[in-house]
């Protein structure tokens, strides 16, 4: 990485507020990898939903970032289906897996009270509830799901940045290395085995501007006239991810772009950038009909089967990427 974006990182982290739960969140980290990091297990970060950026110490207001976090949490299941572990890091109060049948507030609308102690299903949802409970708990109780929720932009790099199967405990090591050069030995050898086997799968929205750090402490108070404001641009992660964190990772990105003339073209420029594995180009309007996933040598359409009832694009690109996620497993190990 070159100096100058290293430190721009590190003041980044150094002026972010602390992490909340950092410690509950390595613990469960240390778990999932224990349980799941073994063997020829594969394992998918997917990142999901928007990130908010206060504009306030004591935030009041915030700018937030569109995304429902539908791609994310149909995509989870997907992964999960075809044999994945899943950190799914994802933006609080978004989509979640298996509970994208349900109506937006399930519990008043699914539920009914029988009588002063009992509860039950009503019966138009009884199938989707029953299966949602079903298919969720056995993700999590079997230890395949770790489910992260963020809300700010500190959240989701901070989280992110511990969040790396394999890699992560490299990282953290790294920055212990003065004390414990033997321990970073050790366990830098017995992680790097997992390399390949991972993959990042980032559909989060994440914002790349960030208000400028020596923002207001309190309430901006909207009758001092109009307001300047200076927005400061997020170092990209993405390049740090590649070349530090997870080098050996199959990493794929998303472009989302409002103007189709300039989609596909950015995405082919973040692919090289960013050397991620593929970057999935989407447009706002139809992104649940089409995407075009654009690697170095070919851009697929993928499209969402108009013929079946409840279809998503999800599901092909999940194949998909689970098909190139096999192919780039068996070069890395050649
Ligand atoms: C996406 O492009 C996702 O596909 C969507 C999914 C956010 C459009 P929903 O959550 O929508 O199902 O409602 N995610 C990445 C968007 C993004 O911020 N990309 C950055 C960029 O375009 C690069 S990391 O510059």
């Known amino acids: 990485m070159n100096s100058s974006l290293g430190s721009e990182i590190d003041s980044f982290y150094e002026s972010a507020p602390p992490l909340k739960?950092?410690?509950?969140?390595?613990?469960?980290?240390?778990?999932?990898?224990?349980?799941?990091?073994k063997g020829t297990k594969r394992v998918v970060c997917v990142t999901s939903g928007g990130t908010t950026v206060p504009l306030e110490q004591r935030c009041v207001r915030y700018i937030d970032n569109f995304s429902s976090g539908h791609r994310g949490a149909a995509s989870t299941e997907y992964f999960l289906k075809a044999g994945y572990a899943i950190i799914f890091l994802y933006r609080r109060a978004t989509s979640q897996p298996y509970c994208r049948s349900l109506p937006d507030d399930p519990l008043l609308?699914?539920?009914?009270?029988?009588?002063?102690l009992n509860i039950q299903v009503r019966q138009p949802y009884s199938e989707a509830v029953k299966r949602a409970i079903r298919d969720h708990h056995a993700a999590v109780a079997g230890g395949f799901l770790l489910k992260l929720p963020f809300t700010t932009i500190f959240e989701y790099l901070q989280v992110?940045?511990?969040?790396?199967?394999?890699?992560?405990?490299?990282?953290?090591i790294e920055y212990l290395v003065l004390y414990y050069e033997q321990m970073l030995q050790m366990v830098a050898v017995s992680l790097r085995s997992l390399g390949p086997l991972a993959m990042f799968y980032l559909a989060a929205a994440v914002s790349g501007l960030l208000c400028s750090l020596e923002k207001h402490e309190h309430k901006i108070q909207s009758g001092s006239g109009p307001l300047d404001m200076r927005l400061v641009q997020v170092p990209k992660m993405?390049?740090?991810?590649?070349?530090?964190?997870?080098?050996?990772?199959?990493?794929i990105s998303f472009k989302l772009?409002?103007?189709?003339?300039?989609?596909?073209?950015?995405?082919?420029?973040?692919?090289?950038?960013?050397?991620?594995?593929?970057v999935v180009a989407n447009e706002l309007l139809t992104r649940k009909e089409v995407v075009v996933v654009v690697t170095d040598s070919e851009k697929i359409s993928v499209q969402r089967d108009k013929t079946e009832a409840g279809s998503d694009v999800e599901n092909p690109l999940v194949k998909l990427l689970v098909d190139?996620?096999?192919?780039?497993?068996?070069?890395?190990?050649?």
Request: hydrophobic residues 45%; contains cysteine; negative net charge.
């Open 257 to 278: 772009e409002t103007d189709t003339k300039i989609l596909l073209d950015k995405a082919d420029m973040a692919l090289r950038k960013y050397k991620m594995n593929a």
């Open 160 to 172: 992110f940045k511990i969040a790396i199967p394999g890699r992560s405990f490299l990282l953290l």
């Open 238 to 251: 993405l390049s740090v991810l590649r070349t530090e964190w997870a080098p050996m990772a199959f990493c």
């Open 324 to 334: 190139r996620h096999s192919a780039f497993i068996k070069d890395s190990n050649a």
């Open 21 to 37: 739960e950092r410690d509950s969140i390595m613990e469960k980290l240390n778990e999932f990898v224990e349980l799941n990091c």
């Open 109 to 116: 609308e699914c539920f009914e009270a029988t009588d002063e």
